[in-house]
């Protein structure tokens, strides 16, 4: 089953992303701590007015099946250009053969061609998305950690 790839507007597939964010969230660790999933298309919109936020979007027969935000602004450290991912979803069905392999490909090559000079994923350390960044020449880079503070 072959997907296709584009970058919409937020405005054109709040609806299907919130659907699919939400799906995502109850696989996360956030959702298991209690943490309550509540995006705001207004501030979503700000960045990608700005041109810093971009909305990737997979598709299967015009089905909406995955999604993945992107940030990309200049690094606090260096002014170059840093592509930062928001969140990457697929729908369970489609994580498959090289489904998110020719996703995340497609997202590197958007973003280099928007002057990304530098790309950050993320993956949690039980996710079989790992193997497959690693695969793609991306290197282990940092751990983060987290905590509430409430």
Same mark, same amino acid.
């Given at each position: 089953?072959?997907?296709?790839?584009?970058?919409?507007?937020?405005?054109?597939?709040?609806?299907?992303?919130?659907?699919?964010?939400?799906?995502?969230?109850?696989?996360?660790?956030?959702?298991?701590?209690?943490?309550?999933?509540?995006?705001?298309?207004? =501030?979503?919109?700000?960045?990608?007015?700005?041109?810093?936020?971009?909305?990737?979007?997979?598709?299967?027969?015009?089905?909406?099946?995955?999604?993945?935000?992107?940030?990309?602004?200049?690094?606090?450290?260096?002014?170059?250009?840093?592509?930062?991912?928001?969140?990457?979803?697929?729908?369970?069905?489609?994580?498959?053969?090289?489904?998110?392999?020719?996703?995340?490909?497609?997202?590197?090559?958007?973003?280099?061609? =928007?002057?990304?000079?530098?790309?950050?994923?993320?993956?949690?350390?039980?996710?079989?998305?790992?193997?497959?960044?690693?695969?793609?020449?991306?290197?282990?880079?940092?751990?983060?950690?987290?905590? =509430?503070?409430?």
């Amino acid at each position: 089953m072959s997907l296709t790839f584009a970058v919409e507007p937020l405005v054109d597939i709040w609806d299907e992303m919130m659907e699919c964010a939400f799906a995502h969230w109850l696989e996360t660790s956030m959702y298991k701590n209690g943490e309550t999933l509540c995006p705001k298309l207004s =501030r979503y919109q700000q960045y990608e007015k700005l041109g810093w936020y971009f909305e990737f979007v997979a598709r299967h027969d015009g089905d909406f099946v995955g999604f993945c935000g992107m940030y990309l602004v200049p690094s606090m450290h260096t002014q170059e250009a840093l592509a930062t991912e928001d969140i990457l979803y697929i729908k369970p069905e489609y994580r498959h053969g090289r489904n998110a392999l020719r996703f995340y490909q497609f997202i590197e090559v958007e973003m280099q061609q =928007r002057g990304a000079k530098k790309i950050m994923l993320t993956a949690p350390p039980e996710s079989v998305a790992n193997k497959l960044l690693t695969h793609m020449g991306c290197e282990h880079s940092a751990n983060q950690y987290s905590k =509430r503070l409430d």
